[in-house]
């Protein structure tokens, strides 16, 4: 089977840096995709690792290694409107068919 | 672009009553839906993949008498959860994807309350 583990919380203050780590147990997958979600709302999607290395996306970036099953969401320059839960997830059935998600960090920005 | 609707955003309803929710990708064709559960506090877990014009994939553990689901066309998945009961009572998200190497687009999710 398949399996993500990430911090279930985070807290920082607006300005500063975060990094949410995601390490997982698979036996084969395509890419590490990242989403954001607020309380009550939908994912949107952040970020997308189909290889090894940083992907950059403004004040996110998002890292893989496969060899040592381990990604991280680096986020940047942080904003109180990045208070949400994060969530790893492995993709299947292509780049991004199906998802196995994580259990979520909870990222916390103070003023 | 990319607007997938869900609908209906909300739903109380009492135990033993069948509940439909629509899911529309607005300006795109999905060849591909994928339904979704969160518990409060908890992850997203994947139900079953829809593929237009063919039955439903479900997931281990995922009744497919209890959680109907029809893809009817390229733009509309549905989601019927027959007689319901409290333990159903969850939020339940929809996602169609674009193409085949492009992000899943979520829709904003149905509340599902059963009394």
């Known amino acids: 089977g398949q399996s993500l583990e990430q911090p279930s919380e985070v807290t920082a203050v607006e300005g500063a840096i975060v990094q949410i780590n995601c390490t997982y147990q698979?036996?084969?997958?395509?890419?590490l995709s990242w989403y954001q979600q607020h309380d009550g709302g939908a994912p949107t999607f952040l970020s997308y690792?189909?290889?090894?290395g940083l992907e950059e996306t403004g004040r996110f970036s998002s890292f893989l290694s496969r060899s040592d099953s381990y990604g991280y969401l680096l986020l940047q320059e942080l904003q109180m409107k990045d208070s949400a839960s994060y969530f790893c997830?492995?993709?299947?059935?292509?780049?991004?068919?199906?998802?196995?998600f994580g259990k979520g960090t909870k990222l916390s920005v103070k003023p | 672009g990319a607007v997938v609707s869900q609908h209906p955003s909300w739903v109380i309803c009492k135990s033993g009553t069948s509940v439909k929710i629509e899911c529309r990708s607005l300006?795109?064709?999905?060849?591909?839906m994928f339904w979704y559960r969160q518990f409060p506090k908890q992850s997203l877990m994947l139900m079953a993949t829809?593929?237009?014009?063919?039955?439903?994939?479900?997931e281990q553990g995922v009744e497919k008498d209890k959680f109907l689901i029809n893809h009817a066309s390229l733009t509309l998945s549905t989601l019927t959860v027959t007689s319901a009961h409290p333990e159903d009572s969850s939020f339940y998200i929809c996602?169609?994807?674009?193409?085949?190497?492009?992000?899943?687009?979520f829709g904003d999710g149905t509340r599902l309350s059963i009394l």
């Open positions: 996602s169609a994807l674009y193409r085949r190497n492009q992000p899943q687009h």
């Open positions: 698979t036996s084969g997958f395509y890419g």
């Open positions: 690792n189909g290889l090894d």
């Open positions: 997830a492995l993709a299947y059935g292509g780049s991004q068919g199906n998802l196995i």
């Open positions: 300006d795109f064709q999905a060849t591909t």
């Open positions: 829809s593929n237009e014009g063919s039955k439903a994939t479900y």
